[in-house]
């Protein structure tokens, strides 16, 4: 008898698989092993998911000071505006657009026996701050890889890249992790002159919501943003960095609740499961 694996093999005796509602399907005679992984992994990932809580108290924002009481107005309606669209032109930020077409899974072999293609930074990456889960579709057998149009748009620590369609007051600071992918139709990138503008200020005032509001254009189905017309103030670099370590913070704070979600999630999950299966035993 083969001997079997949680979640993975399991040795069936033919009279079972013979009965009056004949079914061979794997997942009928295997149930999935608990999302958190057993007991020992459901203790690591409460161990995160508290480390992580405890983060999030530490990065919560202070309550913000107000303007001054005598002002007639708060400050930034003094200052004086520009456009991505004027900054473009002025030389301050590149803009490029995206259009690697995607699929789910790991990067395709790229022709002949090359390395893998680069990832590709999706929409949906960017909306939940993850890195890049996308790969350029695999060519079916005997098609020809077909060479883009336009160079392909590979992403850089300190770009900022926005999502063209679907709402929502979105822009995020490409790090590290999701350097170097490709960058998804429907995303624009923003690369700023580190000499002219502070690329956490850049995406901090791009994320406004009246901002975003005024830069989009509305449809019965969709919501498109011109990133040409959303605004920023037009401010010295000292004072874009100062502006822009309190949108730094705000982000890390973001990626903290993020990350408590889905460890909380993981955690009720793994509890529901293996409660059921016998897998961790209540206390």
Do not use: K
Request: one cysteine or more.
């Amino acid at each position: 008898t083969l001997a079997g694996t949680p979640g993975a093999s399991r040795s069936v005796p033919v009279i079972e698989l013979l009965d009056d509602d004949v079914d061979l399907a794997p997942a009928r005679h295997l149930p999935s092993p608990a999302a958190g992984g057993g007991a020992e992994e459901l203790a690591f990932v409460r161990d995160r998911l508290t480390a992580t809580l405890a983060r999030t108290v530490e990065l919560t924002p202070v309550a913000p000071a107000g303007p001054d009481a005598l002002d007639e107005q708060p400050q930034g309606a003094r200052w004086p505006m520009t456009t991505v669209g004027e900054l473009a032109r002025a030389g301050a930020l590149v803009l490029r657009t995206g259009g690697a077409v995607t699929v789910p899974g790991p990067g395709r072999q790229s022709a002949g026996s090359g390395p893998e293609a680069p990832p590709v930074l999706t929409e949906t990456d960017v909306r939940a701050g993850t890195g890049p889960t996308g790969a350029l579709p695999a060519p079916a057998a005997g098609e020809r890889l077909e060479v883009a149009a336009e160079e392909p748009v590979l992403t850089e620590p300190g770009d900022v890249v926005v999502p063209l369609v679907g709402g929502g007051t979105v822009a995020r600071v490409v790090d590290e992790a999701a350097a170097g992918a490709l960058l998804a139709r429907n995303l624009c990138l923003l690369r700023p002159d580190p000499q002219a503008l502070d690329p956490w200020f850049l995406a901090g005032y791009l994320r406004g919501g009246a901002n975003q509001r005024q830069a989009s254009s509305y449809a019965s189905t969709a919501t498109r943003l011109d990133v040409r017309r959303l605004r920023l103030p037009r401010l010295p670099l000292d004072d874009q960095r100062r502006y822009g370590e309190h949108y730094r913070t705000l982000a890390s704070f973001e990626e903290a609740l993020r990350l408590a979600g889905r460890l909380g999630d993981q955690l009720v999950r793994g509890l529901y499961d293996g409660l059921a299966d016998g897998t961790v035993q209540p206390l």
